[in-house]
C-alpha cells in the first residue's frame, strides 16, 4: 500500500470526453507533482505545485488542466485527448525544495493507467 | 540534458548473486536518487545520496557516487526474486525537478 492514493487505477476514455484523475496525500506534503510514464519509459514531470501554487508547467498541451484544492489534493483535468496520451499518469508529493534545501525523496502513487479510444 | 542514463538496459540474475547497476549523469549535481518500480506500480525511493557524499548504505543496498566520473551504482546484494522491477537513478541541481535516468529492468530468477 502506497501513502499517495490515486482514483481511478484504470480509465478508458474516447477523446471527446472529459475526466479527471484524482491524487491524495496525507503525509503533509507541500510539493505535489504529475508525471506521464510510457510503457519501458522513465516517468516525465507535467506539474509541479508547491504550497498550492502551480510552479512547474513542463510546456504541457492545454488538453490537461492541473488543478490543487488543497495541502492533500492533487486533480489532472482531461479534455480532447489523443491517442499518443495513452499511458501511466503518476501522482508523487514530498516535502518542497527551496532556496537551500535540497529536493527530497518522493512518495509515489500507484498511478491511473489511462487509454484514448 | 541532465538525464541520467543506466545501464545495462535489463540484467538477468540468479537469486542470491549480487546485481550492480549504474548511472552516469551530464551536469553537475546536488543529489542523486534511486527508486525502485515493480510492474504495474508507483515508483519507490530507496535512497538519496548527497554530492558531497560517496557511498550509502541501506539494509542489502550500497551506493556509490564519483561525482569527478559523473556516476552512481546501486548494489543489491543477496538477491531475491522480490527485487524483480525496474530501477530508476534520479538527479537534481538543488532547486530543480529530478530527472529521470532510462531505468535497468533486473530480474532476479529464483
Known amino acids: 500500500d502506497t501513502e499517495v492514493t490515486q482514483t481511478p487505477k484504470h480509465l478508458v476514455m474516447g477523446m471527446t470526453n472529459k475526466k479527471s484523475l484524482k491524487c491524495e496525500q496525507h503525509?503533509?506534503?507541500?510539493?505535489m507533482y504529475w508525471y506521464k510514464q510510457k510503457a519501458k519509459k522513465p516517468p516525465e514531470l507535467m506539474f509541479v505545485?508547491?504550497?498550492?501554487?502551480?510552479?512547474i508547467n513542463e510546456s504541457v498541451p492545454s488538453r490537461f488542466s492541473p488543478e490543487c484544492p488543497n495541502s492533500s489534493l492533487l486533480n489532472l483535468h482531461l479534455h480532447a485527448l489523443q491517442p499518443e496520451d495513452s499511458a501511466l499518469y503518476l501522482c508523487?508529493?514530498?516535502?518542497?525544495?527551496?532556496?537551500?534545501?535540497?529536493?527530497?525523496?518522493?512518495?509515489f502513487g500507484d498511478g491511473t493507467r489511462l487509454s484514448i479510444l | 540534458s541532465q538525464q541520467g542514463e543506466e545501464d545495462p538496459q535489463a540484467l538477468s540474475i540468479q537469486e542470491g548473486e549480487n546485481a550492480t547497476m549504474n548511472c552516469s549523469y551530464k551536469?553537475?549535481?546536488?543529489?542523486l536518487q534511486w527508486y525502485r518500480q515493480n510492474s504495474g506500480r508507483g515508483l519507490v525511493h530507496l535512497i538519496l545520496?548527497?554530492?558531497?557524499?560517496r557511498e550509502k548504505h541501506s539494509g542489502r543496498l550500497r551506493v556509490t557516487l564519483d561525482t569527478s566520473k559523473k556516476s552512481s551504482s546501486l548494489l543489491i546484494t543477496a538477491s531475491r526474486a522480490a527485487d524483480t522491477a525496474s530501477y530508476f537513478c534520479?538527479?537534481?541541481?538543488?532547486?530543480?525537478?529530478?530527472?529521470f535516468g532510462k531505468g535497468t529492468r533486473l530480474s532476479v530468477i529464483a
Open positions: 508523487a508529493s514530498s516535502h518542497p525544495s527551496s532556496a537551500g534545501h535540497r529536493n527530497q525523496p518522493q512518495h
Open positions: 503525509m503533509g506534503h507541500r510539493a
Open positions: 505545485y508547491s504550497y498550492e501554487k502551480l510552479s
Open positions: 551536469t553537475s549535481i546536488n543529489n
Open positions: 545520496i548527497r554530492s558531497n557524499e
Open positions: 534520479a538527479t537534481d541541481r538543488g532547486n530543480t525537478p529530478l530527472v
